[in-house]
């Protein structure tokens, strides 16, 4: 593989990019010694505009400067079909010509192209987000070939094909793991830093790490269709994806200009002074108004990615600023979706081997996900060998549970139905701790071994671990109403919104049911985020405000139906993700109205009563467009303190 061009720095900086400002400096310095000072009788002296006798050696960095100035803004009209702004400093540099104000354009060529280069520079540090994106994908992996692992470039891997990933390496596709066990760290994927353990049958991410184990992989998705790919996809789109702010930016930009010629015009009939006309051309050129908007845009978005927070532009960031409702999905958003054992009961005088065992012997071929769940349950206790249980034939009781008859025994785990049928340990303690249970909205289920009560189980959707701080964290960024939407019954759902923090919920609900909902909060003027796994609640999604995908990792629809995805299903990101929005969106405020608008318009209004020459405007501009983007760059570090 060849070696890749070496690009040629000084002082850290490409010299392809300030090679043309550092020839245009040494002109500069060069004519104004000649001009000046020496003043040499073979160049020729003219007088200029107010009178001066002046030399005419700075005309040629002012041509050589103007020229990369008047092709900048050609190139821009032809682009976007229209007369841009940069055609104003063009105007001025002809003006300086034909004023034989020399050192003026020179000087006023010199800093918009400094200012070019400085910005690009500081872009350049904005978007290397996406660069770093780009540098997790790995260029080679094991690919298997006639029953042997060879070393090829991921660009000869198709779907289908095996690969092998060793410890201490990044996975390159996205793909199932068929033979293997591993830690991986996906935290360039999803934000998270723990290690997450993977088996057979599961997922992987390209640009993941194998912190430990040997694994072979399936590839299902590559290139652009991956997680990763899609990120960075993304992420690049994103300064394209304009909010309101930027719209009415734009807008006024267009009224701007116009009304720049106006005053131009005014000033040259009041004053007949070309000089301060050419001030005003200089200065109203609306670059930082440009920038405001995508240096914060792409510094935010590339943040967010880090964090495992998939934003989708300036609108995205806009809608998340001004949410002050939200909505939740209850399963897999605020509990995990999947159930687990919450409680047990063991009635006084049945040992713990007996009544895990009898559990053990019903459930133990269930393929019901409580069953699973309480078989998982029992694994986990260590109480009993369960493969030391016999296989037992067994019998589903509808709306009631499972029944299995073994060695002449008949065991049961069913609901409170089955006390119908009981002849001992239906006591005051069994009682109390079914109803107990229900109020919490569990699926409560009792033991029963020849129609003798031997305990109780129950099992529930459990909720995220600091469920109840995120929802206070949300209040303390302006999100007040906050409701939980479920098709779950009352019970369960009052349960888990009691254990949640969430004051309000809507029970027994359809899917369309849902966008009932969501389209009543909006009536009276809510702006609503709807949170949701991103599959079931796509329509919902797409309806609200803003809609939030939880576990886009291993979703496409996620991605695809929300503006906002949070790569893992740790919803503790969430408050992060709004509160970096939400800075993200007064820092595009900060750029359009105080760097932009402001300076703008006050440096037209001081440059057409003469108090800045076209120099001092050209450094106010170039001053302004600078100071967006450092002010925008702030974002690539900013963290949430809670």
């Not at 000087?107 to 978007?127: N, P, R, S, W, Y």
């Not at 671990?465 to 009052?494: P, R, S, W």
């Not at 600078?626 to 900013?638: A, G, Y």
Request: with cysteine; charged share 20%.
């Amino acid at each position: 593989m060849a070696d890749k061009k070496q690009t040629k720095k000084l002082f850290g900086l490409d010299l392809n990019v300030i090679w043309y400002p550092l020839v245009l400096v040494l002109l500069i310095i060069i004519g104004l010694v000649l001009d000046y000072i020496i003043k040499p009788s073979w160049i020729p002296r003219v007088t200029n505009y107010e009178g001066h006798d002046v030399g005419t050696f700075l005309l040629i960095p002012l041509i050589f400067g103007g020229f990369r100035c008047t092709k900048d803004a050609v190139e821009a009209t032809i682009k976007k079909k229209k007369v841009t702004a940069g055609m104003l400093v063009v105007l001025s540099l002809i003006g300086c010509i034909y004023c034989a104000e020399y050192a003026s354009g020179a000087l006023v060529a010199f800093m918009m192209i400094i200012g070019e280069v400085l910005e690009d520079i500081t872009m350049m540090k904005t978007q290397n987000a996406v660069a770093e994106l780009v540098k997790l994908v790995p260029h080679k992996c094991r690919k298997l070939v006639d029953g042997q692992f060879v070393e090829v470039s991921i660009k000869k891997v198709r779907k289908g094909d095996i690969i092998q990933v060793q410890t201490g390496e990044k996975i390159a596709v996205d793909g199932v793991i068929t033979k293997g066990n591993a830690a991986i760290n996906e935290a360039s994927i999803t934000g998270e830093s723990m290690p997450v353990d993977k088996k057979v049958g599961d997922e992987v991410f390209v640009g993941t790490l194998n912190e430990s184990g040997v694994i072979e992989v399936q590839t299902e998705k590559l290139g652009g269709d991956t997680v990763l790919g899609k990120i960075i996809n993304t992420v690049k789109s994103a300064q394209d994806q304009k909010g309101n702010a930027q719209k009415v930016a734009d807008k006024f930009s267009e009224v701007f200009l116009p009304l720049v010629l106006l005053v131009c015009v005014i000033v040259w009939f009041a004053t007949h002074n070309l000089i301060r006309v050419m001030s005003v051309l200089v200065i109203a050129c609306p670059c930082a108004l440009m920038l405001a908007t995508p240096t914060v845009v792409i510094a935010a978005v590339g943040n967010a990615a880090k964090k495992g927070i998939l934003v989708k532009g300036g609108d995205a960031i806009e809608a998340s600023a001004k949410i002050n409702a939200i909505c939740f999905d209850k399963t897999g958003t605020i509990t995990k979706g999947v159930p687990a054992v919450t409680e047990k009961y063991i009635a006084p005088g049945v040992s713990e081997e007996e009544y895990y065992s009898a559990i053990a012997i019903a459930e133990k071929n269930s393929s019901h996900p409580l069953g699973k769940a309480i078989m998982k349950y029992v694994n986990a206790s260590g109480k009993i060998d369960v493969s030391a249980i016999p296989n037992a034939e067994y019998e589903m009781l509808v709306g009631r549970g499972v029944r299995t008859s073994h060695d002449g025994n008949v065991y049961e785990v069913s609901n409170k139905k089955c006390l119908a049928d009981a002849k001992e340990g239906v006591t005051d303690e069994v009682n109390a701790f079914i109803k107990n249970n229900e109020s919490k909205g569990r699926t409560t289920m009792l033991v029963v071994k020849n129609a003798k009560v031997l305990g109780g189980i129950s099992v529930a959707d459990e909720i995220r671990e600091n469920i109840k701080t995120t929802m206070q964290q949300f209040k303390k960024l302006g999100i007040e109403h906050i409701v939980m939407l479920t098709g779950d019954n009352e019970y369960t759902a009052k349960a888990i919104c009691d254990e949640a923090g969430i004051s309000e919920f809507k029970a027994n609900l359809l899917p369309e049911q849902k966008l009932d909902a969501i389209k009543d909060l909006q009536a009276k003027g809510y702006k609503v985020a709807m949170v949701g796994d991103g599959v079931n609640d796509a329509p919902a999604l797409v309806l609200a405000d803003l809609g939030i995908a939880m576990g886009g990792a291993g979703t496409d629809v996620a991605i695809e139906s929300s503006k906002l995805t949070l790569m893992s299903d740790n919803i503790a990101m969430l408050p992060t993700a709004f509160a970096l929005c939400q800075r993200a969106y007064h820092m595009i405020l900060q750029n359009i109205i105080i760097f932009a608008v402001i300076v703008n318009v006050v440096g037209v209004f001081l440059s057409s009563l003469g108090f800045l020459n076209p120099i001092a405007a050209a450094i106010v501009h170039n001053a302004s467009s600078i100071f967006v983007v450092l002010n925008s760059s702030r974002m690539l570090t900013w963290k949430y303190k809670g």
